[in-house]
């Protein structure tokens, strides 16, 4: 199993970006997935998750109105659409499956996550 991040880069404050999580070795459309941050310095953050079957969606506080999450099942790739971009929003960004996605509570990586290397975002003028 391999879950592989791109679509990062150095972006302008206010551009968008978007990012792309492509998996083999499984179908990502049966398992939640979620996007996580870690700025430097910093703690690592769900950003984004969507359950599976695409029922529920969390976002971030700090980035509601301001990012979306979809699926292309064909693709078998989650995205994650950054539009309006801040500098604080400057981290290396991870997709994960199996994220912990409940009602009301924000969105955590799985127990034990094994991290890929994710795709830098940096968001400077």
């Known amino acids: 199993v391999q879950l592989v991040e791109s679509g990062g880069g150095l972006v302008q404050p206010g551009g968008s970006l978007r990012l792309s999580c492509v998996a083999s070795?499984?179908?990502?459309?049966?398992?939640?997935v979620g996007w996580f941050r870690q700025a430097p310095g910093k703690e690592r953050e769900g950003v984004s998750c969507?359950?599976?079957?695409?029922?529920?969606?969390y976002f971030a506080d700090s980035v509601k109105g301001r990012f979306t999450i979809s699926r292309d099942n064909a693709k078998n790739t989650v995205y994650l659409q950054m539009n309006s971009l801040k500098p604080e929003d400057t981290a290396i960004y991870y997709c994960m499956t199996n994220a912990l996605l409940l009602p009301g509570r924000p969105c955590l990586p799985p127990p034990g996550a094994s991290w890929g290397q994710g795709t830098q975002v940096t968001v400077s003028s």
């Open positions: 969507i359950s599976n079957g695409d029922r529920y969606t």
């Open positions: 070795g499984l179908t990502l459309d049966y398992y939640p």
